[in-house]
């Protein structure tokens, strides 16, 4: 694969304040793997990034070790450092994690949702209904994502927030994917309805169960994709049956 290509600036980045050089190549980095704008297994060569970004070596080093020690880039023993793709069982037990994570967030958001928070998450669902409509996937993807963060500040919990910052970052790397087809993009947005009724009714336990069976839901669709394209491909990558964990809970 290519190697990633310099590029002057990245979205997401504030100029407002200067940041530590480390800082700003490690934000910057992380910004194009999560968007996909750096494809797993692109070789990340430190000296080119120090001059790309202007920096020495050292602040380069520093964010790549922080970016290795979040699974977002590893070291290949023969290409170096490179984007870090993600086999199947790693995939089957981040989507595991976050509906227990994001099934608690929803149980406690429902028990201090206000007339605030029921307005945000309504004119997203707005903003998703039109982005399909449209087939503007990007602004689906961003929606969605802007969906369940609000869910979870509404929950009220620091240490969740962080326990679920890197399970959400990594399945972002997927977002697109997500919403690979009409029926698929329509089966998120009835989910997403759920949730929002739940909230409406001030009902913990019913939802944490509609959050729970959304992520799961996700979790069988990813399942399928990725198993299809493995096979597809002659890959297995990893040869994780998902569906066999799935069918037995």
């Known amino acids: ?9 990245d979205e997401g980045l504030s100029n407002e304040a200067p940041v530590p050089s480390s800082e ?11 968007a996909g704008m750096v494809e797993p297994g692109t070789r990340l060569v430190e000296l080119q990034l120090a001059t790309e970004f202007t920096v020495s070596r050292t602040p380069v080093r520093e964010a790549l070790k922080r970016l290795t020690a979040e699974g977002l880039i590893r070291v290949d ?3 170096g450092i490179v984007v870090s793709d993600v086999d199947a069982r790693e995939l089957e037990e981040i989507f595991v994690i976050r509906e227990v994570l994001d099934g608690l967030a929803a149980r406690l958001a429902a028990g201090r949702v206000s007339s605030t928070d029921l307005t945000k998450l309504n004119l997203l669902m707005d903003m998703m209904r039109d982005a399909v409509k449209t087939g503007h996937w990007e602004g689906m993807v ?12 509404t929950a009220g919990n620091e240490r969740l927030r962080h326990l679920t910052r890197n399970l959400l970052d990594f399945v972002r790397r997927f977002s697109t994917e997500a919403f690979a087809s009409q ?6 947005l009835a989910e997403h309805e759920e949730i929002i009724r739940a909230m409406e009714a001030r009902d913990p336990d019913l939802a944490e169960k509609v959050a729970r069976r959304h992520v799961e839901s996700a979790r069988e669709f990813m399942a399928g994709r990725y198993l299809s ?11 994780y049956p998902l569906s066999g964990t799935m069918n037995s809970r």
């Open 1 to 9: 694969m290519a190697e990633a290509a310099p590029r002057s600036s």
């Open 24 to 34: 700003r190549v490690y934000q910057a980095l992380k910004h194009r793997i999560l």
């Open 77 to 79: 023993p023969v290409r």
């Open 142 to 153: 961003q929606a969605n994502i802007k969906f369940h963060d609000v869910l979870h500040q």
């Open 183 to 188: 029926e698929r993009a329509a089966q998120v």
């Open 229 to 239: 394209q493995s096979m597809s491909s002659g890959n297995d990558r990893g040869g």
